[in-house]
């Protein structure tokens, strides 16, 4: 089974990372692009092969190590 | 429009920072997790309204300053 993780700064969180991409792109002349924001994704295979187990190891995962919850929320796809 | 653009590396490049993760996962016993890539996920809010206008524009982001074409390759999913 494959994972796929989402890993995004809460909105009310500073992302100085995107707001340096916002201003690389307005240099550039895309003036259209507003709300910049950069997360990361991981994604990677799973042995297990039940969806409701995989989701519930993915979550633990992100809970110990991936993701920061108190900076971060995170959505899990899971795919065959 | 709102457009989230998804940064991979190559299948063949070889990625330390999904490697690192890996081994921390093995390291909390996650002994099911293989394969783990790192990439990178963008998220931006367009004022352009045309869904094949606003693709063509990303996709220019993405050549030009997003992503490495060499050593990357990145999806853009597009949404009202």
Redo the contacts between chains.
Sequence with gaps: MKARI?I?LKPGVLDPQ?KA??G??KG?G?D?????????????????TDENAARA?VE??CK???ANPVMENYAIELSV
Tied chains: 1, 2.
Excluded: P, W, Y
């Design positions: 989402h995004t995107g991409i916002e690389a792109l550039l895309f259209d692009a507003a709300n910049v924001r950069q997360g990361k994704v991981i994604e990677m295979t799973l042995s297990e190891r633990e995962m110990k190590l991936l």
